[in-house]
């Protein structure tokens, strides 16, 4: 398991919902351990977000970006771009898993190509970029589907990626529940996945706007915990300010 995830605490991340340095700064000035940068999602590009990237990384903040799907070219120039660790959502089963895997890793692990163009950045020689890659860099991948789930102890027995993550939003819909992410079914499933991926020596992670309901799951395995939404998180607070002074 990588250094950073043998920690004896969660490591807590937001995400960025924009491509402005800007509030990226804001955002490290926060201090968390990651940023979930998502390419899946938005209109963002890799030309944009690579400056935030690199930055995440000189503020000692990893960058997670999530690619759009599990394509080599985009697992390979998000890396190359200065990701600390790359998720690919809606994988399905075991070889899926291990396409990931090769398109992740250098050879011989892998058949990612070597072309670190973030290391001139970083001052970072290519021994170092290939040191940091074997101890440092993260490979997620998200279970958002019954199917999925269907493979859930093969997906966790293919070796050569990190961290787990249950989308429950996408599951919901996989569920025909669209959207109730607190249903009973999915905090079955969320919790029965505790002790099979314990077993199978990966981290498990998701991702919540609460920051109460961060809290429970953390609480019960959840180590890798994305507080979803930094600008709903400091808009609600704003509106429940304002409310609060209208009254005086």
């Not at 099979?196 to 020596?201: D, L, S």
């Amino acid at each position: 398991m990588k250094k950073i995830l043998q920690q004896n605490r969660p490591l807590i991340g937001t995400g960025i919902f924009s491509s402005d340095q800007f509030i990226a700064k804001k955002i490290f000035q926060c201090k968390p351990d990651w940023l979930w940068i998502c390419l899946e999602h938005s209109p963002y590009s890799l030309e944009t977000i690579a400056p935030i990237a690199i930055d995440a990384r000189l503020n000692g903040i990893m960058p997670i970006i999530r690619v759009g799907w599990n394509h080599p070219d985009l697992i390979k120039r998000a890396y190359d771009i200065g990701a600390s660790g790359v998720m690919i959502p809606q994988v399905d089963n075991a070889s899926e898993a291990e396409e990931a895997v090769k398109y992740s890793r250098y050879p011989p692990l892998g058949e990612r190509g070597i072309a670190p163009w973030f290391a001139s950045y970083l001052g970072l020689s290519l021994e170092e970029v290939f040191e940091k890659d074997k101890e440092e860099n993260l490979l997620l991948l998200q279970m958002e589907s019954l199917e999925s789930l269907s493979n859930i102890d093969e997906i966790l027995a293919v070796e050569g990626y990190d961290i787990l993550i249950v989308g429950p939003t996408d599951l919901s819909a996989s569920m025909g529940i669209h959207g109730d992410i607190h249903n009973e079914k999915i905090v079955d499933i969320m919790e029965n996945l505790v002790e099979k991926a314990t077993k199978a020596g990966k981290v498990l992670g998701s991702t919540f706007l609460d920051t109460n309901i961060c809290e429970k799951w953390i609480n019960k395995g959840y180590k890798f915990m994305n507080i979803a939404d930094p600008l709903s998180l400091g808009t609600n607070q704003l509106k429940t300010e304002i409310d609060r002074l209208k009254k005086l």
